[in-house]
């Protein structure tokens, strides 16, 4: 099994040979479910869902996994914010809920799916007591007779268009808050509507609104069967804890990218009769922006060693808060040192700026970091 640096150059050339042959992995202006298969095919056949955890019949995720995930998800990041969702939503969030919750059978029928590339998950997620959408907390679950009834809206659930199953998270309305289940909800059932959203940047794999009208979903589609009704709440904790420190490898890698393109054009472009890199202002910003990603990467590092210690949460949102932040501060200061151009879409610069953000909210915006940094202080 390639190591997680290793693991990360093969990421970095299956995306390189992806992106040569679809250009649309970048530049896409709609959801593209052919092309989302193409993705996942290429991404299974360099081994990239080569994770213990979607291999065997593993319940945890461990430390060791997650490292090649971050890796794979950096060089992604750096590239195409579309291939970094793909890959995301499918071995990460969706392969740790099934993997950590499922019914042995549940498991058998997803898990080699997804590590062959052959199947399209969404997730439509939400952390109740952080409150980060009080839309998919109003998802309904009513048990009846035969397995249950879903109602309700989501927003921004990435890739819903295409998926055969959306994850969903749900609770009955008389339980407690907490009390939430995990459904797999098949992408074309009825009841389900999903309307693509534009976004500013890598349309190739859409965030869509999707909205639930009495869904008849039967027992099997209930995430890790009988037992697991109302309890995946712990099992939520561990997977936002992931998922953070996942996004904060996505603002570093595109960090990286930033740098990479900031420091190549200043080397190249003459102005007042020497290269830009000569100034010694620019200088002091691409220092500011390296010196910034190396903190970024020391953040994840120790966000992954809490997590092989089994105590992830404080320092996961940690370091997606700071990474995401720090990724605002890179981006403002290669847009300056790119000048005129960074304002034109031909500019690649351009769209980073467009990516950037993305960190700013996937797992949760830094204010709710904040809140749950602060309840881990045992002051929030
Ligand atoms: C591109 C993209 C893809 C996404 N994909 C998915 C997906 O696949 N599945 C999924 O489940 N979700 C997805 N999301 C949703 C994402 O998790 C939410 O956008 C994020 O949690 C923020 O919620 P919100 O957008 O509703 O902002 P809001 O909750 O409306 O927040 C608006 C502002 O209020 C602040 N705020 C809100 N609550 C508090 C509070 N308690 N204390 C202090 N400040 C607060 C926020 O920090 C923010 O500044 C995606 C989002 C984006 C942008």
């Given amino acids: 099994m390639a190591g997680s640096a290793e693991l990360g150059q093969i990421a970095a050339k299956a ?13 896409a202006t709609g959801p593209d479910r052919e092309l989302v298969g193409v993705a996942l095919s290429g991404m299974a056949r360099a081994g990239l869902f080569d994770l213990g955890y979607l291999r065997f019949d593993a319940d945890r995720i461990s430390a060791e996994d997650m490292k090649r995930a971050v890796s794979v998800v950096a060089a992604l990041a750096a590239r195409s914010l579309s291939l970094t969702t793909i890959y995301m ?44 959408d009080a839309s998919a907390i109003a998802t309904q679950a009513v048990a009846t007779g035969q397995g249950f009834l879903l109602s309700g809206e989501k927003i921004f659930t990435t890739g819903a268009s295409s998926a055969d199953y959306i994850l969903v998270v749900a609770r009955n309305s008389g339980d407690e808050k907490r009390a939430v289940s995990l459904f797999l909800v098949p992408g074309d059932a009825e009841g389900v509507s999903i309307e693509p959203l534009a976004r500013v940047s890598a349309n190739a794999h859409a965030s869509c609104r999707m909205a639930m009208r009495d ?35 996505t603002a570093a890698g595109l960090a990286d990218a930033i740098i990479v393109r900031a420091l190549s054009f200043a080397k190249e472009r003459r102005q007042f009769g020497q290269s830009l890199v000569s100034f010694q202002s620019l200088q002091h910003l691409l220092v ?48 300056r040192i790119m000048g005129g151009r960074a304002f034109f879409s031909f500019e690649q610069m351009s769209r980073y700026y467009c990516e950037a953000p993305f960190s700013l909210y996937a797992g949760g915006t830094a204010e709710i970091q904040k809140n749950l940094i602060a309840r881990s202080m045992g002051i929030g």
């Fill in 15 to 27: 995306a390189d040979d992806l992106i040569d042959r679809f250009p649309a992995f970048v530049s």
């Fill in 89 to 132: 939503v499918n071995a990460i969030f969706g392969g740790a809920f099934v993997a950590q919750m499922a019914t042995s059978q549940q498991k058998r029928d997803v898990l080699p799916a997804i590590r062959e590339g052959r199947l399209q998950l969404a997730f439509a997620m939400t952390e109740p007591d952080a409150g980060s």
């Fill in 288 to 335: 500011e922006m390296r010196t910034a990603h190396v903190g970024m990467g020391l953040f994840i590092e120790h966000a992954l060693r809490m997590l092989a210690e089994g105590e992830p949460e404080q320092a996961a949102s940690m370091a997606k808060y700071h990474c995401a932040e720090q990724l605002q501060e890179i981006v403002a200061k290669g847009m």
């Fill in 215 to 249: 869904v008849r979903l039967g027992p099997k589609q209930l995430l890790g069967g009988p037992e697991r009704l109302g309890k995946a709440w712990p099992i939520m904790r561990v997977s936002g804890s992931l998922e953070r420190i996942v996004v904060a490898a």
